[in-house]
């Protein structure tokens, strides 16, 4: 070989390389918007104050941005006329404001800042991550340098987001195929910690359960009986809701894990964690020890944090995060 077919071979060998999705870095940023961090600190901390429950609604967000088609901003595209996007998948009210608006006011404040720097990817995982240490949970290190995706389809959210209905083998596999083990959903979903759940989703618990229960006899008898209370409306009120967690509803800790040992537990699946075999010791482990849940969900969710991220041509960087830059049909 001449050194030109060298040179050659070399470049298309450091192509490949620099077009591969493992390049995030933790200083991504450090050149081109230094005041990053502190920027979007600033905005969670007001968002947050005044809006209680914007940790839990940008943590919820952040994962599902990342269940579909990995963490690339997909979930925040709007819909338009020609397309339903993944974020109207679920019911309205499912996905809260709090979680869009919170990304919505960092984009606004960064692109004076540093404009057509930061993705909407990048600022929604550092969001939940600061939201997440703000009420208590642990500080995981955020690698940066997602770029924001060029595809948003509600019909793809339907199929890749667990819902509380199915079995557990079900909601097991859909983990497993974005190569998180049973551990680490168990560690992931002890996210609801904090935030609320519509009665729609757990009603089916609560009344007309069984021919030999009204409610789900798994649930602690006077937690069903002030579920039935408060959700007694919710077919004419689709608002009404409960917390996750109903002992420390904004604290992120491992008391979610300690409900589950008492029938405390808000949804099906939630409830099935504690009784599995495949799932119980994780949420036994965890109850009996904060350390070992934070440790555990601080790996998870950085795990989660990179999967199938963009780099490079694979996506752009977003003027505004509920638009792509050029019109799709
Ligand atoms: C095991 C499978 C899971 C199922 C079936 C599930 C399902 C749900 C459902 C139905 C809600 C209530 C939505 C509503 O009524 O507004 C919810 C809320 C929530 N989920 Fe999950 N989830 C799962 C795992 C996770 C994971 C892994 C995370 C994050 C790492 C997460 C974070 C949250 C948060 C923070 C909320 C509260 C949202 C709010 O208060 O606005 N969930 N989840
Ligand atoms: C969703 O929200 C839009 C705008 O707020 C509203 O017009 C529409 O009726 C809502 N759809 C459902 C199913 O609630
Ligand atoms: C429960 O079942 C009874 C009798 O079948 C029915 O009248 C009632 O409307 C049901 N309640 C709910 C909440 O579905
Ligand atoms: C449900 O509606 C009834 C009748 O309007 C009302 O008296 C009751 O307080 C409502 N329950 C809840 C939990 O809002
Ligand atoms: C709790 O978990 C941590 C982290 O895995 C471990 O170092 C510690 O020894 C555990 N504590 C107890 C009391 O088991």
Redesign the pocket.
């Known amino acids: 070989m001449t050194p030109f077919h060298l040179l050659l071979l070399f470049l298309v060998f450091f192509n490949i390389a620099t077009s591969s999705e493992s390049k995030l870095t933790l200083d991504y940023y450090k050149k081109t918007c230094p005041g990053l961090q502190q920027t979007i600190r600033q905005v969670i901390t007001d968002k947050q104050i005044a809006s209680s429950t914007t940790a839990a609604a940008t943590l919820r967000l952040f994962f599902h941005d990342c269940m579909v088609n990995g963490c690339d901003g997909s979930i925040l595209i709007s819909s338009n006329a020609f397309n339903t996007a993944e974020r109207d998948a679920d019911i309205n009210l499912s996905l809260p404001g709090d979680g869009f608006e919170v990304v919505t006011r960092a984009k606004t404040a960064l692109e004076l800042e540093c404009p057509d720097i930061v993705s909407c990817a990048d600022i929604l995982a550092l969001a939940a991550r600061d939201l997440v240490t703000m009420v208590g949970g642990p500080y995981y290190d955020v690698r940066l340098g997602r770029k924001d995706g060029f595809v948003s389809k509600a019909s793809e959210a339907e199929a890749a987001m667990p819902k509380p209905t199915m079995p557990l083998s079900q909601i097991i596999k859909i983990f497993e195929a974005r190569g998180l083990s049973v551990q680490e959903m168990v560690a992931l979903t002890g996210a609801h910690t904090i935030g609320f759940t519509h009665c729609k989703e757990f009603s089916h618990r609560l009344y007309n359960f069984s021919k030999k229960s009204d409610y789900d006899p798994t649930l602690y008898p006077k937690y069903a009986e002030g579920l039935r209370k408060l959700c007694e409306n919710y077919t004419k009120d689709p608002t009404m809701s409960a917390f996750n967690d109903v002992m420390t509803p904004n604290k992120f800790d491992n008391m979610y894990y300690k409900n589950l040992q008492k029938g405390l537990g808000l949804l099906a699946s939630d409830q099935a964690m504690a009784v599995d075999g495949r799932t119980k010791p994780y949420v036994d482990l965890y109850a009996g020890?904060q350390?070992?849940f934070f440790?555990a969900f601080a790996r998870a969710i950085e795990k989660v944090s990179v999967y199938q991220v963009k780099t490079g041509r694979k996506g752009e960087v977003r003027h505004r995060c509920d638009a792509f830059n050029s019109l799709q049909t």
């Open positions: 020890n350390t070992a440790q």
